[in-house]
């Protein structure tokens, strides 16, 4: 076991961990985080996506001690400071970009990594950046119309409907 | 002015919140004190025969609570088949038990013959690695027509790998073959409609917590319809008194079907809580999903159309082999009977269709309904032999299908496979699928990817659908064992808002948003007043679940009724507040008024009147604003579409149609079309490609 130490969503956290616990692992059942989901365990569908020092990761694919000392961010602290919605995230309830909603926190975590680098992306690259992320309810189109709608741009002539 | 309020209003989903900010309630996100987790001990051999366990060495790990086997389940019942089919010779299907844990042999890859408790997920893991299980591998049955020769068995007590021989209507069976054997043109079309699975995001995960004190278990469960579940586990299963039953299925990640069933691993937590007296979780792996959950399609068709000369169609004959996999999951024979046979008339009038369906047991993971269930391979092998006729005869694909569509006034409509469509107008579909995706430019837009080097195709069909799954009438004349209606209660509070409890589970559909709506538009108030109560088998009525497109059809009605029924008792208090003949008062925007006066009571005070009931006329009136209604409707309802075009129709209280299902029913055929057209256009004689259509199916079509 080992003790680890890190700042989730703004807050000093610490805990003992074996060292196989993956990240996704100590964020839900040490943290009760629960927003991070599990969806494939191989790094495949992206429900785990959280940021570590700034960086989309596939949590069930990290060691909670890989994360020593670093800065997380998960889906619990992208609301705004008053508890509001986030653009990415009003974007989506906006555009029908989820339906059951467990694939939305990767999704929405995929999209503030991308519009964190790409302010302005075009739809080819917002659908390349979501590759690894799996939703088997929407068909992707209003999620990529979201996303595109939080950067601001017109997507009102997308053929997403 | 777009409505702000009520049916129709474009309301912003409310369950998106919860969602989005990482607070839904899933199964998993769900931890009870004491906890205990379960893994288990799949064959990693199709069929094999279970000789020993030795499982001593994972009882005597550390952290290990109990391990489970087939043998401590032996006295318990069979997860059943929710539909009894009979044979064409009249005998009933063959219904092998389905265990718990696999008892003596293992069926499929994935069967689970052992489980073990232990204080962690971990350590049951590793203990699970730790039992010695003695298999004998045996051959393995997958192919579904050599499965009948039943050279090997998968149940060796039912002595054959046939489930059932079904054939619909039989007695249109010898008059399809004559008219088939006489006709001018006849396209037969031999495919397959592949296995899938249906993968919905969430994984299974099941918790039960058995309460010695009051010998009550509770089971929070991934599950697309509790009071179902409750009844598998209660009346067939497990034996559990319903009233001691408590199921609960929180948010649901995705479904698709696959959460309509009652698997073997709910069995096993609950009688694990009971046994260590902690409560038991178990979450599948994605690896598990794939192995255990049920999936969908696996159709091996030969379909036959006849027509005249001119296209005018004769007959429609169909030999499907379907697989049911290694047990019956509880749709399992429905699926690709009455939601696959029924719909063999298509959108088309034609007098003489006959299908005959051979189920079949194979070594492979059950086969249930997923995502349209029956009708996709109803669609899918109809809508291609068409395309493949209309090629054969040199007719445009969608003229000949215009040619012999069902026109609008020959509805009500009975097919020669026993349905009657309600209303429809295709020739109108078809006109506003040309206007949509620009029929007329599309010689251009190939000619311009031929310029390019590119092939272009076109695929066009049409789909129907029966929806609304539920008249119990007609379902158990076709062979449910159980009823279809839905419920709803609708509870006025004392201060005016409402909750309303629903039969219906949400697994992505938004009931939440929805239900309210109905309300709302009905007693002219405030849709943020109304709550939807679900998924809690202690707070809800006894509905049957979302599944065959049915949530607003089905339960929708049953929450018109209780609203209605709300309506008639509010009139009343409202006619004593207002001192009023009850046939004079009005409902309006939420205010109950006398007809011609000004004289008005709110919503608001006519509710807490209900719950406060001084000067009220008690010997006439019962106190409280809370009504149920169970609705059962008299036919499904008949969506059709133009690839996924949706037609409105009156039938049920609101007049709605299922269009949850459709994109998965209309699609398949369009696209296989479409590249099959962009073969031929370019000269190869490529008539069919299996789905799915991956490059290099396409590539070896091209080369054959």
Known sequence: MANITMTVNGKSVSGEVEGRTLLVDFLRNDLRLTGTHVGCDTSQCGACTVHVDGIAVKSCTMLAAEADGADVSTIEGQANADGSLSAIQAAFQEHHGLQCGFCTPGMVMAAADLLKKNAKPTEAEVRHHLEGNICRCTGYHNIVKAIMAASGQDVSQLAAE | ?704
């Open chain 2, 1 to 704: 002015m777009p409505k702000d309020n009520g049916i129709g209003a474009s309301s912003l989903r409310r369950e998106d919140f919860r969602f989005l900010t990482g607070s839904g309630n899933y199964t998993d996100d769900i931890n009870v004190h004491g906890q205990a987790y379960v893994a288990f001990a799949r064959s990693n051999v199709a069929n094999g025969k279970i000789i020993s366990l030795d499982t001593s060495a994972a009882e005597g790990l550390d952290g290990v609570l109990a391990v489970f086997t087939g043998a401590d389940f032996a006295d318990v019942g069979g997860n059943p088949a929710g539909w009894l089919i009979n044979s064409r010779d009249g005998e009933p299907m063959k219904e092998p038990k389905r265990p718990v844990l696999a008892h003596g042999k293992v069926r499929h890859v994935g069967d689970a013959y052992a489980a073990v408790v232990a204080e962690t997920e971990e350590i049951a893991r590793d203990a699970v690695e730790l039992i010695s299980a003695n298999i004998e591998e045996l051959p393995a049955v997958v192919d579904l027509k050599s499965a009948l020769d039943n050279k090997h068995l998968v149940h060796d007590e039912i002595e054959t790998n046939q489930c059932f021989d079904w054939g619909w209507i039989e007695d249109n069976r010898e008059k399809t073959d004559q008219a088939i054997a006489n006709a001018p043109h006849v396209t037969t079309l031999e495919l397959v409609n592949n296995r899938l699975v249906p993968n919905a995001m969430e994984p299974r995960c099941s918790l039960a917590d058995y309460n010695a004190g009051n010998d009550e278990y509770t089971l929070y469960t991934t599950s697309q319809n509790p009071h179902l579940t409750r009844l598998l586990i209660s009346a067939f299963v497990m034996g559990i008194p319903e009233n001691k039953l408590r199921v609960i299925a929180p948010d649901v990640g995705g479904g698709f079907g696959s959460k309509i069933y009652h698997y073997g691993e709910e069995a096993l937590v609950l009688a694990a809580s009971k046994k260590i007296g902690r409560p038991v979780k178990w979450t599948a792996t994605r690896t598990e999903s794939f192995l255990s959950d049920a999936h969908g399609r696996d159709h091996v068709t030969k379909i036959e159309l006849a027509c005249e000369k001119d296209g005018t169609f004769i007959a429609f004959r169909t030999e499907t082999y379907a697989n049911v996999g290694a047990y019956l999951s509880n749709f399992s024979t429905a699926t690709p009977t009455f939601l696959h046979g029924t719909l063999m008339s298509g959108n088309y009038s034609v007098p003489n269709v006959y299908v005959n369906v051979k189920a079949v047991f194979t070594n492979t993971a059950p086969v249930d309904a997923y995502r349209g269930a029956g009708r996709p391979e109803a669609t899918y092998s109809l809508e291609r032999v068409i395309d493949k006729c209309a090629r054969e005869l040199g007719i445009d694909p969608l003229e000949l299908r215009k040619k012999n569509f069902v026109k609008p006034d020959q509805f009500p409509y009975t097919t020669a496979v026993g349905l009657e469509y309600d209303t429809g107008n295709y020739d109108a579909l078809v006109e506003k699928l040309r206007d949509l995706a620009d029929l007329q430019g599309f010689d251009q837009r190939r000619k311009e990817s031929e310029a390019n080097g590119m092939l272009r195709g076109l695929g066009v069909n049409t789909y129907i659908e029966a929806c609304g799954i539920a008249p119990s009438n007609l379902v158990g004349v076709l062979g449910s064992r159980v009823g279809l209606y839905d419920a709803a209660t609708v509870r006025v509070n004392a201060t005016g808002n409402i909750s309303v409890m629903v039969g219906a589970h949400s697994h992505g559909q938004g009931h939440e948003t929805a239900f309210p709506q109905v309300v709302a538009e009905m007693l002219g108030i405030d849709e943020g007043l109304i709550d939807i109560v679900h998924g809690d088998t202690s707070k809800i009525p006894f509905g049957m679940g979302s599944y065959g497109s049915r949530s607003l059809a089905v339960c929708g009605s049953a929450v018109v009724r209780a609203t209605e029924k709300i309506i008639n008792k509010a009139k009343k208090i409202a006619s004593h507040m207002l001192e009023a003949s009850e046939a004079d008062i009005e409902l309006k925007d939420g205010v109950f008024s006398v007809s011609g006066t000004d004289k008005a009571v709110s919503f608001g005070d006519v509710a807490l009147k209900a719950y406060i009931p001084h000067n009220y006329p008690l010997e006439d009136i019962e106190p409280g604003l809370e009504e149920s209604a169970f609705y059962d409707p008299a036919n499904f309802t008949y969506p059709a579409g133009a690839y996924a075009c949706e037609v409105e129709v009156e039938h049920n209280p609101l007049g709605v149609k299922g269009c949850g299902e459709a994109g998965a029913i209309g699609s398949p055929p369009s696209v296989v079309n479409a590249v099959v057209d962009a073969l031929q256009s370019a000269g190869h004689n490529v008539t069919h490609i299996d789905m799915p259509v991956s490059p290099s199916r396409v590539w070896a079509a091209m080369n054959s």
